[in-house]
């Protein structure tokens, strides 16, 4: 039998280290956070990060389209051009920058945006 030991994240103020820049794949990371919900121990929340440039952008991994987590394949987040995010399902493209569909069967709807930011360091921090 395993030992289910709870590590607390390391935080930098309010905000929680997640993970650093050099672990995100060209394709995309996705990422199961526990422990973030106060009150609900057991809630984990499904994100997945992607590079845009010199930023990094942060999405809950849920298609608005069905509701269906985007990556059919693990950390695979972009289209073959590695130009827009795009849903494994049914193929709907998102705007990085601001998780705009620009084209599939959701047009005009909008993934929803988590608060990253990228530390001096390359950490890579989760909050506002
Ligand atoms: S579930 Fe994502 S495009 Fe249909």
Do not use: W
């Not at 289209?79 to 959701?106: M, N, R, W």
């Amino acid at each position: 039998m395993t030992e289910n030991r709870y590590e607390p994240p390391e935080m930098r103020g309010k905000r929680r280290v997640i993970c650093h820049i050099s672990e995100i794949p060209e394709t995309g990371k996705g990422l199961s956070i526990k422990k973030i919900i106060k009150g609900d121990p057991d809630r984990s929340l499904d994100l997945f990060l992607v590079t845009d440039g010199d930023e990094v952008q942060g999405y809950f991994n849920i298609c608005p389209h069905q509701g269906t987590p985007l990556d059919l394949k693990p950390d695979v987040f972009l289209d073959v051009e590695k130009k827009y995010i795009q849903c494994s399902t049914h193929g709907a493209k998102f705007q990085k920058d601001d998780g705009l569909c620009i084209s599939g069967p959701c047009v005009g709807s909008k993934l929803m945006k988590i608060p990253i930011h990228l530390d001096s360091d390359g950490s890579i921090l989760l909050g506002e």
